[in-house]
């Protein structure tokens, strides 16, 4: 789940490889006669095939399965021949794999950060100290380049009729390079303390201070927020877009300033010399000038989609579609002596959760057809599933439903966020909730059904940030399942050994469940 702050022929031979010995079809093993490879008795859903895949697939191998890597084509490919070797129809433009073409940009070595004082001075190393921001997203113009200004410390960048607090209005800040810490003020308590450590407050602080004019902002985080940093960093370092979108006219001539991130340290050149102890508004004595030079490469990335035919003849045109993204954020920071963010709950558990889904429907075909897709780039924007929903590889109006399972594994073991069925507009999603419901109650072990995030305008905004948001942009009925998000959400430690299995395969059951309701049902879930 992306969080809420925001080679083409040469890429494609390890996938197409991994998908020329295709095992047969579920439709041509049903043809020739061929067995089944699992009995019809087992358990649908194998709390050991669960756990064997996502061993595999959130190793440290894989380190971290981040769009643009080779490692992002590894973890496509392994999906690719487990639907090969599971016998699901290719429905890519490559067999299993839809190319999606994308850009990355990304800082080069001859970027150069540097603070002066007293005419001595100092590198800044990028990425270990400071990394730059460098895309507002498709459309919206570019932060500055190229600065050289003189440093301003602005606190928090708070106002505070309590404490009597006005950073801004202390300093002056047009032109400047503006330095401010998001966090709580030491001896901050209860729910403001918690609202200045949240990510949501860090927007508002940037429009707060870029209301003054800075040249750039440094933002620094303190020791609470310091988290919110390697979250951001891949983001920073390896910025994705889908294909790049020209700026308006009218947006052009806007002028951003250079935005840049680092984590508050004692003796940093960005804090006054008493910090932590001072945090007052004041000039630093030194100068910043810094030229950010940039790489921009065009690169294709993967969708991956199988299906299992339906069995109904006037049925078997139209699909009830299963999604979770297969990416992850890659090699982070270095915590406590590991920098790989794994992503076993994000979204390996879904991924894998997939796939024993195929492979029970495979062995039991609904009268629609199954669509599944893993989506691409999801953490850099929802990009495979918006690239898939603009160029589908069946009819958009083919998909009766979309169910996404995005981060299953964790949390409380009899609690399941839905959401989709009150957030889509228009009750687009209301009677797929209805079945949701009535699937859930009929099942041995219902889940507690948390619909606290359902809501369009839910603060966090989840219903926006999973693929299956693309879906509904389209009309598609969407719901999307969720066991929360956790301490190791977008971070290191977001391990396998983590997962709690057995509510895994609880979910993965209810998603094969709810899916056979709706793709036996002829009437569509409207």
């Not at 309590?162 to 047009?174: E, K, Q």
């Not at 790049?244 to 003796?267: D, S, W």
Request: with cysteine.
């Amino acid at each position: 789940m992306i969080p809420s702050v925001r080679i083409r022929v040469a890429g494609g031979g390890l996938l197409i490889a991994a998908a020329i010995g295709c095992a047969p079809s579920a439709r041509s093993r049903q043809q020739s006669g061929v067995s089944d490879p699992q009995p019809a008795t087992r358990d649908p859903i194998s709390l050991a095939e669960l756990d064997r895949d996502l061993h595999a697939f959130a190793a440290d191998s894989m380190r971290g399965r981040e769009t643009g890597t080779a490692d992002a084509l590894r973890a496509a490919a392994f999906i690719g021949r487990r639907l090969a070797e599971l016998g699901l129809e290719p429905v890519g433009d490559s067999l299993y794999y839809q190319r999606v073409p994308m850009a990355r940009q990304v800082v080069t070595p001859a970027t150069r950060i540097a603070v002066t004082r007293n005419g001595v001075s100092r590198l800044i190393r990028v990425g270990d100290e400071l990394a730059p921001m460098l895309s507002l997203g498709d459309g919206l113009p570019e932060p500055r380049r190229s600065v050289s200004a003189d440093l301003v410390f602005a606190g928090y960048a708070m106002t505070s009729k309590a404490s009597g607090r006005d950073d801004l209005a202390a300093v002056d800040l047009l032109n400047k390079v503006a330095v401010v810490l998001h966090g709580a003020p030491p001896g901050t308590t209860g729910p403001i303390r918690d609202s200045l450590n949240s990510d949501n407050a860090l927007a508002v602080q940037l429009a707060r201070v870029a209301l003054k004019q800075p040249a750039a902002i440094i933002v620094l985080m303190t020791p609470e927020t310091a988290k919110l940093y390697r979250q951001l960093y891949p983001s920073l370092m390896r910025d994705v877009r889908g294909q790049l979108t020209a700026v308006p006219p009218g947006m052009a001539a806007l002028e951003v300033p250079m935005l840049l991130f680092g984590v508050a340290r004692e003796g940093s050149p960005f804090l006054p010399k008493g910090w932590p102890a001072d945090d007052s508004p004041q000039r630093l004595g030194s100068s910043f000038e810094a030229s950010i030079d940039v790489r921009r490469e065009p690169f294709v990335g993967y969708n991956v989609i199988g299906r299992v035919p339906g069995t109904d003849p006037a049925l078997r045109s139209t699909y009830v579609a299963l999604g979770a993204h297969y990416d992850h954020v890659g090699v982070l920071p270095t915590q406590s002596g590991d920098s790989i963010a794994n992503g076993a709950d994000d979204d390996g558990s879904g991924t894998v959760a997939l796939l024993a889904i195929a492979r029970a429907t495979v062995q039991r075909p609904s009268r629609r057809s199954t669509l599944f897709v893993w989506h691409a780039a999801e953490e850099k924007g929802l990009l495979g599933s918006a690239y898939f929903t603009s160029h589908p590889t069946v009819p958009m109006d083919s998909i009766v439903a979309m169910l996404n399972a995005d981060m299953i594994g964790r949390n409380e073991r009899d609690r399941l966020y839905v959401v989709g069925p009150m957030a889509a507009p228009n009750r687009l999603s209301a009677r797929l909730g209805e079945i949701i419901d009535s699937v859930n109650a009929a099942s041995p072990a219902p889940f507690m059904i948390d619909r606290s995030w359902d809501s369009f305008a839910h603060p966090e905004q989840i219903y926006q940030r999973s693929d299956h948001f693309n879906y509904a942009r389209r009309g598609v009925p969407v719901a999307f399942f969720t066991s929360g998000v956790h301490p190791q959400y977008h971070d290191v430690g977001d391990d396998a050994s983590l997962i709690d299995y057995e509510k895994m395969r609880r979910v993965a059951t209810l998603l094969l469940e709810i899916a056979r309701a709706v793709g036996n049902d002829p009437n569509r879930p409207r």
